[in-house]
């Protein structure tokens, strides 16, 4: 079975300072990976993912993320957070030979401090 | 460009009533998946269609029930609701079911039953 999980339940940064939120994942076969934004009340929005290739992957919104094979990683960073960047983040999985349906972790949310 | 349509936005309901959902995926997505997200839980996995056939299935209660129809939207059928079914319910869609592919999330359907 594949599960992903997202240590932190929140991270806050002040603004303008790096941020990282952390997602470790857990497969059978070649992973998938995913992130994700919501923002209240609203639908999740796909920010990017990591298939195959370079492991540092350029998405949305300046975010990026790089794909750690050996440490079974995909942690979402951003060199600058902007006070618009709060919002809860979920990181998900699927994988070669599994299934299509992705598993999602339980979320971290993002607080931007001014 | 067009995004994925849910109504109602929000719902209301007794105890031991039903209700019904509805989903209208991107144009020429034929794949539609529902998930729930309960207060402060990662999106759950209910049941997915592929060109209006069943695919997959999560942990759809039994008193739940849903169907693709010929021009793709989806409607998800919940009866005999109890205070638990209070939730977020999304549905998201996709072209094809491919493990690389991201998933087109809609605004959510807020259930709320008393």
């Known amino acids: 079975a594949q599960s992903v999980a997202q240590p932190e339940d929140q991270v806050n940064v002040a603004e303008g300072n790096p941020l990282t939120v952390k997602c470790t994942y857990s497969v059978s076969g070649n992973p998938y990976l995913f992130w994700y934004v919501q923002y209240p009340n609203r639908g999740l929005q796909f920010l990017l993912k990591?298939?195959?290739?370079?492991?540092l992957v350029k998405g949305s919104y300046g975010f990026e993320a790089e794909f750690n094979k050996s440490q079974t990683s995909f942690h979402l960073k951003k060199p600058s957070a902007l006070v618009s960047d709060s919002a809860l983040y979920f990181c998900a999985v699927s994988a070669s030979g599994g299934s299509y349906i992705p598993t999602f972790g339980r979320g971290t949310s993002l607080i931007v401090h001014p | 460009a067009a995004g994925v349509i849910q109504s109602p936005r929000h719902l209301i309901k007794e105890k031991r009533e039903t209700a019904t959902l509805k989903c209208y995926p991107i144009?020429?997505?034929?794949?539609v998946y529902w998930y729930q997200q309960g207060p402060g839980q990662d999106p759950q996995f209910l049941i997915s269609?592929?060109?209006?056939?069943?695919?997959d299935k999560g942990s759809i209660p039994d008193r739940f029930s849903a169907q693709q129809f010929s021009d793709y939207h989806s409607e998800l059928n919940m009866s005999s609701l109890e205070l638990g079914d209070s939730a977020l319910y999304f549905c998201a869609s996709s072209l094809g079911r491919v493990n690389t592919g991201e998933l087109f999330f809609g605004e959510g359907s807020r259930l709320t039953v008393l």
């Open positions: 269609f592929y060109e209006k056939m069943q695919s």
């Open positions: 144009p020429r997505h034929d794949t």
């Open positions: 990591y298939i195959t290739g370079d492991n």
